[in-house]
């Protein structure tokens, strides 16, 4: 837009001390708009800080409240149930590189899964890039699995994961690691490596070893996991599943509500400017 465009702009306008009135009336208006909106954004916050807190507790203390602990020797992390073990990820897992250079792109190819795609234990479809199946070095196994997990390799997303769904697998590997779950629940697996134990305390401590943020497939798989049997890793998975809904559709419902206070708070101001609501 030009200076000449926005001079030529016409608009209409009261006296001046109505439009006094109109300002004092929005900026009361808006401020108050603006400060549930602030609210809503603080309580989708704290409810962020729930979902870790639900993965923290069941993947190092279990579901029983009143087990047995033991000494985990390690001291930060503190006692886990007395029936747990520890296990290296290499132990319990396949771990292996994703394709070293990214095939040619096609519209209607197979879809790359990139280190952009992993968000926290999800994959997003945004800006989800589809490549040429004949350009693809099926000699490297490129192609994966449901509960297959992608662990980012480097750069500002390094030691992000997310957990295959049936609606992605088929899809080719990036550059990324792939960790394939062997004697253990895949998902239980999954919802470790997004906890503040082997996320935070292991693998983001291993990345900033480099110059620039990095994690091999070495350092993963001798990062260790607090494990109890397998059918308490399923009663696990099942519990933080049903928590994380619940916690997901209170963060939605938060969105839904900040956004139609936006909508009001536009709506209410070009009402109000353009006379349509008298405020005297």
């Not at 109505?18 to 808006?30: G, V, W």
């Not at 536009?266 to 009402?271: D, G, P, R, V």
Request: glycine content about 4%; charged content about 30%; proline content about 5%.
């Amino acid at each position: 837009m030009t200076q000449t465009t926005l001079n030529d702009i016409n608009f209409c306008y009261p006296p001046s001390d109505e439009q006094s009135l109109i300002a004092n009336y929005l900026d009361k208006k808006t401020s108050e708009l603006d400060t549930l909106i602030t609210k809503k954004e603080k309580l989708i916050e704290l409810l962020k800080e729930e979902r870790t807190a639900i993965i923290n507790q069941a993947v190092t203390k279990g579901l029983d409240l009143n087990v047995e602990m033991k000494d985990s020797g390690v001291e930060w992390l503190g006692e886990i149930p007395a029936h747990w073990e520890m296990s290296k990820l290499k132990y319990v897992s396949l771990i292996k590189y994703g394709l070293g250079q990214p095939p040619k792109q096609k519209d209607d190819g197979l879809p790359i899964i990139r280190a952009t795609n992993v968000f926290r234990g999800k994959i997003s479809k945004e800006n989800l890039v589809f490549v040429d199946p004949d350009d693809i070095p099926w000699n490297r196994d490129p192609v994966l699995k449901e509960n297959d997990i992608i662990v980012v390799r480097s750069g500002a997303y390094t030691g992000d994961s997310a957990i295959i769904p049936y609606e992605f697998e088929g899809a080719i590997t990036g550059y990324d690691m792939v960790l394939r779950a062997l004697t253990v629940n895949p998902k239980f697996v999954a919802f470790c490596l997004l906890s503040t134990y082997l996320l935070d305390n292991q693998l983001f401590l291993e990345r900033l070893r480099a110059a620039q943020p990095h994690l091999n497939a070495e350092e993963l798989g001798n990062s260790f996991l607090v494990l109890p049997n397998i059918e308490e890793q399923d009663e696990i998975v099942s519990h933080i599943e049903i928590e994380h809904k619940r916690v997901d559709d209170l963060i939605s419902k938060s969105e839904q509500e900040i956004t139609l206070l936006k909508e009001y708070k536009t709506a209410l101001i070009s009402e109000v400017v353009t006379g349509k609501v008298k405020v005297v």
